[in-house]
């Protein structure tokens, strides 16, 4: 497995707090990882030590696999850490321009490249101070993207973006990660914000990891199920394999079944236990929604 990114036990302490505690993950190339958390959660941090712009008090980061020449193998990322300063009297076009001067980016055809790609190309004389909120922050990813970066981290980018906004950015990124095979580090608060887009999800909560899914993982979390409890459960999922050909259920808690198939058939599912000597103490569909799933593990420790 290629890894573009690797944060292996890193903790940053500020003061007595520590912002992130013992956080490693391992970024697999052309991959879209969504860090999810809550306010404070650490994920501004985490950032900041991949960028260089703060330092780690313990851990190791390995960019393209090397933990030695990082600063070299940042000029082949780029970072949307805070809102893009944008000059509100130019163009998309001026902007990007400006910003190419800026960091030297060669190629000057570059710029209509960018503007295709975040769908600004028909702005024209547009001032940027006549821009929605969606349309800066595809300015800012273009700006990200003008030095054809191999990974992006960004930092809540669609944070206060209505729907069409969200939208709008993951289909650029999406399309970014699908033709390109940029690698991609983004955040937010919200997990259903992310749900569409990633292909792997990481919870992060007091600066601690609390859960890594990939999205096939995390679907299966949230879907529909029937959970039931007997009094003998091991013996029950046997009899489901057997007698129903039951083959999409897990055992949690070590004393319950959720059972994702069959769920159209209740009946039969119950008369199959219980005829075949079970007593069942519970029986119920449920299923949860993204930001349900999210809460009940940032919950846990919050409480
Ligand atoms: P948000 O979405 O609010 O930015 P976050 O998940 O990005 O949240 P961080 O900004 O990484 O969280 O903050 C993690 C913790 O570290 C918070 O408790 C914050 O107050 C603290 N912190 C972050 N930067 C500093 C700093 N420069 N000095 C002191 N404390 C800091």
């Given amino acids: 497995m290629e890894y573009a990114l690797q944060l292996e036990n890193i903790t940053k302490i500020y003061g007595k707090e520590k912002a992130v505690d013992d956080f490693s993950l391992s970024i697999e190339k052309g991959h879209i990882y969504g860090l999810i958390g809550q306010n404070g959660a650490g994920k501004t941090t985490i950032m900041k030590m991949i960028a260089g712009l703060a330092l780690q008090d313990s851990g190791n980061i390995k960019i393209f696999g090397d933990s030695r020449n990082l600063n070299e193998h940042r000029g082949r990322m780029s970072f949307m850490l805070e809102a893009p300063y944008l000059e509100g009297s130019m163009t998309a076009y001026e902007n990007l321009q400006y910003i190419r001067y800026v960091r030297g980016v060669a190629s000057q055809d570059r710029i209509s490249e960018v503007l295709e790609i975040i769908g600004l190309t028909d702005t024209g004389k547009k001032t940027v101070r006549g821009f929605s909120l969606g349309m800066r922050q595809r300015l800012g990813i273009g700006m990200a993207l003008l030095s054809s970066p191999e990974i992006m981290v960004l930092d809540e ?103 994702y198939e069959r769920l159209d058939d209740i009946e039969l599912v119950s008369k199959t236990i219980t005829s075949n000597g079970m007593i069942i103490t519970k029986f119920v569909i449920e299923g949860e929604n993204l930001e349900e799933y999210y809460l009940s593990k940032v919950g846990d420790i919050n409480e």
């Fill in 157 to 259: 980018p669609v944070n206060g973006l209505d729907p069409e906004g969200i939208v709008e950015i993951r289909c650029i990124l999406k399309r970014l990660c699908e033709e390109q095979g940029i690698t991609i580090l983004i955040s937010s608060h919200l997990l259903s914000e992310l749900s569409e887009l990633c292909t792997d999800f990481v919870i992060i909560n007091k600066g601690k990891l609390i859960e890594k899914l990939s999205e096939s993982e995390l679907k299966i979390r949230c879907r529909n199920h029937l959970t039931i409890k007997t009094d003998k459960i091991e013996q029950t999922a046997a009899v489901l394999e057997k007698c129903l050909n039951i083959k999409e259920y897990k055992v949690v808690h070590e004393d319950e079944i959720q059972l």
